[in-house]
């Protein structure tokens, strides 16, 4: 077996953790299931074993040094007709050396994988007919007041339906649960990831010697609010700057992250979610659904319509979306109008164009941990913005979601996810 980076995966690989990712991957695991705890162990038996169980069943030998490559200087995989640069390949040999099957995957973002050539891993599976499909905001905010819905419900209704096209014989009232239940879980293991990431100290790995810093934060947060002096009235979002961090150093350290809408940005929804549950008064699980239904409404706008990959467009694409996605979210959970959901998700983009990516050492820690904690606390400040503000305003989401896109395309690709410009080429690393 031979697997070969390319692109930014190649340039940025062993500081994202792509080498583990390929070693855990190919032996069969799942990221949703294996434990954090079990994956070092993991790698290095496979490393000092040089095998694997392929697929969790048949013993291969597989000689890392050898068997995982990294073509740092070629962009796309030779011959590929997908132009992408996160490009993998997977070339399978029979015992005598011969190339028996070779396929070529690239990593879109937020955890989407293309097949070359193919639209999508699914392909030829019927399409879902959705009770209200829209492919921009605009085509969201009609549909909505059409039917004279709130964005989440248009959501949850189209969850529904891609539920019950795969399991036609269920009850609406439990294709219903179960939808709230997978939200539940998703939003349970983000705020596990949150706590382990308070809970932990240390340096984390990759050699820049960064220090976990929310933990400490953490601390000295929780002894100011027991000492019983004056309350600072902003230290909401000083537990809003915590969560995030702690998200994002989790993520460093290789722990479990939920991909929203990427593993680098992963800290802003969960920060602003759990700002919600913790300190609005009156915060509900209806709140926390409707939160995660508007959110994940925005993300697929820019999906579609533009790109959540930092190797494609830059930073802007990885955390300026997710403040979107967190700001529209928070909007929605406190009440506001569809309207004010739109305008919120769009000041948040707004003011996170033009983003780099240029992670120091190709690690994702500086500034890629603190960046979450500044989306987080200004995707709070768009959402009250739109919140105090009337739905009327000059630029829209959609207007905003294409110019972030234009100036990914303009943006050099040294900036996007290579660590070839910016602060990755500016700071010493040491």
């Not at 399978?92 to 937020?110: K, N, V």
């Not at 905001?137 to 969850?159: K, P, R, W």
């Not at 953490?218 to 609010?225: C, D, F, I, Y």
């Not at 300026?320 to 769009?346: D, I, R």
């Given at each position: 077996?031979?697997?070969?980076?390319?692109?930014?995966?190649?340039?940025?690989?062993?500081?994202?953790?792509?080498?583990?990712?390929?070693?855990?991957?190919?032996?069969?695991?799942?990221?949703?299931?294996?434990?954090p705890?079990?994956i070092?162990?993991?790698?290095?038996?496979?490393?000092?074993?040089?095998q694997?169980?392929?697929?969790?069943?048949?013993?291969?030998?597989?000689?890392?040094?050898?068997?995982?490559?990294?073509?740092?200087?070629?962009?796309?995989?030779?011959?590929?007709?997908?132009?992408?640069?996160?490009?993998?390949?997977?070339?399978?040999?029979?015992?005598?050396?011969?190339?028996?099957?070779?396929?070529?995957?690239?990593?879109?973002?937020?955890?989407?994988?293309?097949?070359?050539?193919?639209?999508?891993?699914?392909?030829?599976?019927?399409?879902?007919?959705?009770?209200?499909?829209?492919?921009?905001?605009?085509?969201?905010?009609?549909?909505?007041?059409?039917?004279?819905?709130?964005?989440?419900?248009?959501?949850?209704?189209?969850?529904?339906?891609?539920?019950?096209?795969?399991?036609?014989?269920?009850?609406?009232?439990?294709?219903?649960?179960?939808?709230?239940?997978?939200?539940?879980?998703?939003?349970?293991?983000?705020?596990?990831?949150?706590?382990?990431?308070?809970?932990?100290?240390?340096?984390?790995?990759?050699?820049?010697?960064?220090?976990?810093?929310?933990?400490?934060?953490?601390?000295?947060?929780?002894?100011?609010?027991?000492?019983?002096?004056?309350?600072?009235?902003?230290?909401?979002?000083?537990?809003?700057?915590?969560?995030?961090?702690?998200?994002?150093?989790?993520n460093?350290?290789?722990?479990?992250?939920?991909?929203?809408?990427?593993?680098?940005?992963?800290?802003?929804?969960?920060?602003?979610?759990?700002?919600?549950?913790?300190?609005?008064?009156?915060?509900?699980?209806?709140?926390?659904?409707?939160?995660?239904?508007?959110s994940?409404a925005?993300?697929?706008?820019?999906?579609?319509?533009?790109?959540?990959?930092?190797?494609?467009?830059?930073?802007?694409?990885?955390?300026?979306?997710?403040?979107?996605?967190?700001?529209?979210?928070?909007?929605?959970?406190?009440?506001?109008?569809?309207?004010?959901?739109?305008?919120a998700?769009?000041?948040?983009?707004?003011?996170?164009?033009?983003?780099?990516?240029?992670?120091?050492?190709?690690?994702?820690?500086?500034?890629?941990?603190?960046?979450?904690?500044?989306?987080?606390?200004?995707?709070?400040?768009?959402?009250?913005?739109?919140?105090?503000?009337?739905?009327?305003?000059?630029?829209?989401?959609?207007?905003?979601i294409?110019?972030?896109?234009?100036?990914?395309?303009?943006?050099?690709?040294?900036?996007?996810?290579?660590?070839?410009?910016?602060?990755?080429?500016?700071?010493?690393?040491?």
């Amino acid at each position: 077996m031979l697997v070969t980076l390319y692109g930014s995966l190649a340039l940025t690989g062993l500081g994202h953790g792509t080498d583990r990712a390929v070693l855990l991957g190919l032996a069969g695991n799942e990221p949703a299931c294996i434990d954090p705890a079990a994956i070092e162990s993991t790698v290095a038996e496979i490393r000092s074993q040089k095998q694997l169980k392929l697929g969790g069943t048949r013993t291969i030998s597989f000689d890392e040094s050898n068997d995982l490559l990294f073509e740092r200087a070629i962009m796309f995989p030779p011959g590929a007709r997908t132009q992408h640069p996160n490009g993998l390949r997977l070339t399978a040999y029979d015992s005598a050396g011969s190339a028996l099957d070779e396929r070529t995957f690239f990593s879109i973002g937020g955890g989407f994988i293309v097949e070359d050539g193919a639209e999508t891993l699914s392909a030829g599976q019927p399409e879902v007919q959705l009770p209200y499909p829209f492919h921009s905001a605009a085509e969201l905010l009609a549909t909505a007041q059409t039917h004279s819905l709130s964005i989440d419900q248009v959501m949850f209704a189209n969850e529904c339906a891609r539920v019950r096209s795969a399991e036609s014989s269920e009850s609406e009232a439990s294709i219903q649960s179960r939808i709230f239940a997978g939200i539940d879980t998703i939003w349970q293991t983000m705020k596990d990831c949150v706590e382990r990431g308070i809970a932990t100290e240390g340096i984390l790995p990759g050699g820049l010697n960064v220090r976990r810093r929310a933990h400490g934060l953490a601390e000295r947060l929780r002894e100011k609010e027991m000492s019983g002096l004056a309350r600072d009235p902003l230290s909401p979002l000083d537990w809003v700057t915590v969560y995030a961090m702690a998200v994002n150093e989790e993520n460093a350290a290789g722990g479990r992250v939920v991909t929203a809408p990427t593993n680098g940005a992963a800290g802003v929804v969960p920060a602003v979610a759990r700002y919600y549950e913790r300190f609005i008064p009156g915060s509900d699980h209806g709140g926390v659904m409707r939160f995660f239904l508007t959110s994940a409404a925005i993300g697929i706008l820019y999906k579609e319509n533009a790109s959540i990959s930092g190797a494609e467009v830059g930073c802007q694409g990885e955390v300026g979306v997710a403040c979107s996605m967190a700001a529209g979210g928070l909007t929605a959970a406190l009440g506001g109008t569809n309207g004010q959901v739109e305008h919120a998700a769009e000041i948040a983009m707004e003011h996170n164009l033009g983003m780099t990516c240029d992670p120091i050492g190709g690690l994702v820690q500086i500034p890629c941990i603190e960046r979450n904690a500044m989306g987080a606390v200004k995707a709070v400040h768009a959402s009250r913005i739109a919140l105090s503000e009337s739905e009327e305003h000059k630029v829209s989401l959609d207007q905003v979601i294409r110019t972030m896109y234009l100036t990914g395309l303009d943006m050099q690709s040294r900036y996007k996810e290579t660590s070839l410009a910016g602060l990755a080429l500016n700071i010493i690393e040491c």
